[in-house]
């Protein structure tokens, strides 16, 4: 399914979808960035009391739905902020599970509010197309620095005109394993006694505050693997398929695909023994 030209509708280009979220993405990374030099403003809690929003994560979001719906009437918008829309205070409400286009698209405003708060140049905006529930194309911007990862599904993942490859490693006592950690404190315990577990066996864990950018540095070689449990799928849609491409295996454990439980992203050397290790560490388990 796709755009509507006349009575037809022709298959949405992922292409065509990959330029929309860039140019949507940018002007909502400017946003972003001018809301954190005029100082950070409405902030307040969500799922628990260290799981910030602010108002610029509203902004930005409803300037994201805004374009969107400018440029891709009909299609559907889930953003963490606003869910499906309901919220976004549009007169137009979704026409079905992936809207009357089949396009959806899968939104994070501010990925690394924590970062944005603390005035850390490490937040980004996150825009995955998905057609009849496939990614296949995705835009994640580090709206602090102006780095930009891009891909569209079958077509390599890219930072500027760099396709990316991943990680060379091939041992995980030589990898550098970023993660992150959720909001709720025995869902922490539970992700802090796997930490314990597996940073005696990896050269050593990064924690950066953005799991959209985890993966794309992932997807660079900036780091050699990611995993995290807990992630929404604002999260990982772009920055899942950005590794992908890069030509990683993006995953969940035990032949379950990425998702809230578990998404494991790592090079094909890397991922079996990765993903062997957190199996025994039940890292998808617990809270
Ligand atoms: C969070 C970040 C963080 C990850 C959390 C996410 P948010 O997103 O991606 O790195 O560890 O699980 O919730 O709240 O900043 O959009």
Redesign the pocket.
């Known amino acids: 399914m796709g755009e509507t030209i006349g009575d037809s509708v022709v298959a949405a280009d992922p292409r065509k979808l990959l330029n929309v979220a860039v140019a949507v993405a940018r002007r909502a990374a400017d946003l972003a960035r001018t809301e954190r030099t005029a100082g950070v403003a409405g902030v307040s809690t969500k799922s628990t009391s260290t799981?910030?929003v602010t108002a610029a994560?509203r902004a930005v979001e409803q300037l994201i739905v805004d374009l969107l719906r400018a440029r891709r009437p009909g299609d559907q918008v889930l953003g963490?902020e606003f869910g499906l829309g309901e919220e976004s205070g549009s007169a137009e409400k979704p026409a079905g599970p992936t809207g009357a286009t089949g396009v959806r698209w899968v939104v994070?405003p501010?990925?690394?509010?924590?970062?944005?708060v603390y005035g850390l140049p490490h937040?980004a905006v996150s825009i995955a197309a998905e057609v009849a529930g496939v990614t296949v194309a995705g835009v994640v911007r580090n709206a602090a620095t102006g780095e930009e990862w891009t891909a569209v599904r079958g077509g390599g993942a890219w930072r500027d005109a760099q396709r990316l490859a991943g990680s060379a490693v091939t041992d995980l006592g030589q990898a550098l394993v970023a993660?992150?950690?959720?909001?709720d404190s025995a869902r922490r315990t539970h992700q802090a006694a796997v930490l314990a577990q597996l940073l005696p066996r990896v050269r050593d864990i990064r924690?950066?505050?953005?799991?959209?950018l985890?993966l794309c540095f992932a997807a660079e070689g900036r780091v050699d693997a990611f995993f995290?449990k807990?992630?929404?799928a604002?999260?990982n849609a772009a920055g899942g398929l950005i590794a992908e491409e890069a030509g990683l295996r993006v995953s969940g454990l035990r032949g379950a695909p990425a998702g809230p439980d578990l998404v494991l992203a790592a090079p094909p050397a890397l991922h079996g023994q990765l993903h062997d290790l957190l199996v025994a560490l039940d890292a998808d388990g617990g809270p």
């Open positions: 799981d910030l994560d963490e994070d501010i990925d690394g509010t924590v970062n944005y937040y993660t992150g950690f959720g909001y924690r950066f505050g953005a799991a959209s985890d995290e807990g992630l929404g604002w999260d």
